[in-house]
């Protein structure tokens, strides 16, 4: 198995065009570029998004075909999904230099991950997060939520022979798994990608770096996560919603106030699949390697976008929680206590008007 961890500006908007030798800068998709049209279309990032992209990546090229074109190739692989072949007829370039530019952008991106994917730097940073999960959940019960964390199924071309069954999960496509944490707007602030499909969530969390090195949250704070996770409070601390069938109207209420603030993740998710949508909807033609290095890239890309203002709207609805019975042993003696509390403080403090900005 495979696994990756990861908890040069634009040209001016003259319509001048730069000098390159080696490549026809007229072929359409350059033209719209250039020319200053919307990026979108071709792309999936707007113009100031490449901009970050690009002061991010500060590569400089004294060869081959220069940042901006290669950044350019990589995006639109992304946004089409199509094969190397099609690439390099839109951009008039050898298959093989496709190849090389889509995995070399794709490091490149991955390498930058810890500018853009991270956790709270200060507890300033912290607190602004931990206010805005209360805002979304409407509670000031929610106050030390620390972000929302859940799995995402990426598929793939599976790999032949006998191992390439693991990658077969519970909806019987073959997927690669992507665990996230996010905070309350949905940027994401720790991934862990490589499991096969088949694994359940709980053990992914249990062998991820945010569960063993338990450096976040800190003392206190606790993170959101679904009825597919185990309720803890050590070494990392979980809450999760009260099991169905919800038994009194308290615990119907925390269930409520939990699932506004946690539905985050979900949103995060569905607008990463929405902008990336040949990515996320269709089996990834590359080898599963591969894989984990273009799901890192698709979730630093949409960090950069939100950041950038560069808001997707959604068109899938997110799923339901995943209901897992066999955690319940393991709740018992970790952080269902603490959910008690928190139910508890649900029930005696005044929830937050539903147009209230907590952050």
Not at 177 to 204: E, K, M, N
Request: proline content about 7%; glycine content about 6%; charged content about 20%.
């Amino acid at each position: 198995m495979y696994f990756v961890t990861y908890s040069v500006t634009l040209l001016n908007e003259s319509n001048a065009r730069p000098q390159y030798s080696r490549i026809n800068l007229s072929v359409p998709v350059l033209d719209r570029f250039f020319n200053n049209e919307d990026t979108r279309p071709d792309f999936r990032l707007s113009r100031e998004s490449l901009k970050e992209l690009l002061n991010l990546l500060n590569q400089d090229r004294p060869h081959g075909w220069g940042a901006t074109i290669e950044v350019l190739v990589f995006l639109f692989w992304l946004a089409s999904g199509a094969s190397y072949r099609v690439v390099s007829r839109v951009f008039a370039i050898p298959r093989s230099t496709v190849h090389r530019i889509v995995h070399r952008v794709t490091e490149e991106v991955v390498a930058i991950r810890h500018q853009v994917i991270h956790l709270p730097r200060t507890p300033e940073d912290l607190d602004v997060l931990s206010h805005g999960f209360a805002g979304l959940a409407r509670h000031r019960a929610f106050l030390k939520a620390a972000g929302a964390i859940d799995g995402c199924h990426v598929r793939i071309k599976p790999p032949s022979g006998p191992d390439g069954q693991c990658y077969r999960n519970r909806k019987l496509f073959p997927s690669i798994l992507l665990q996230a944490v996010c905070d309350h707007q949905g940027r994401f602030i720790d991934t862990y990608v490589g499991w096969p499909g088949s694994v359940h969530d709980s053990r992914v969390l249990r062998n991820s770096p945010l569960y063993r090195q338990a450096i976040y949250p800190p003392p206190g704070h606790f993170i959101l996560a679904d009825g597919g996770y185990p309720c803890l409070q050590h070494p990392l601390p979980l809450i999760t919603p009260y099991k169905r069938p919800v038994q009194g109207v308290g615990a119907q209420r925390f269930n409520s106030h939990h699932s506004r603030a946690r539905s985050i993740i979900e949103r995060a998710f569905g607008m990463m699949k929405t902008r990336f949508q040949a990515i996320f909807l269709q089996a990834l033609e590359v080898h599963h390697t591969f894989v984990p290095h273009v799901i890192t890239a698709c979730a630093v890309l949409h960090n950069i976008c939100l950041g950038a203002g560069d808001a997707m709207d959604l068109e899938d609805a997110p799923e339901d929680d995943v209901q897992d019975e066999g955690e319940m042993g393991l709740e018992a003696v970790s952080g269902a206590p603490w959910r008690d509390q928190l139910s508890a403080e649900v029930s005696a403090l005044e929830e937050l008007p539903q147009d209230h900005e907590y952050f």
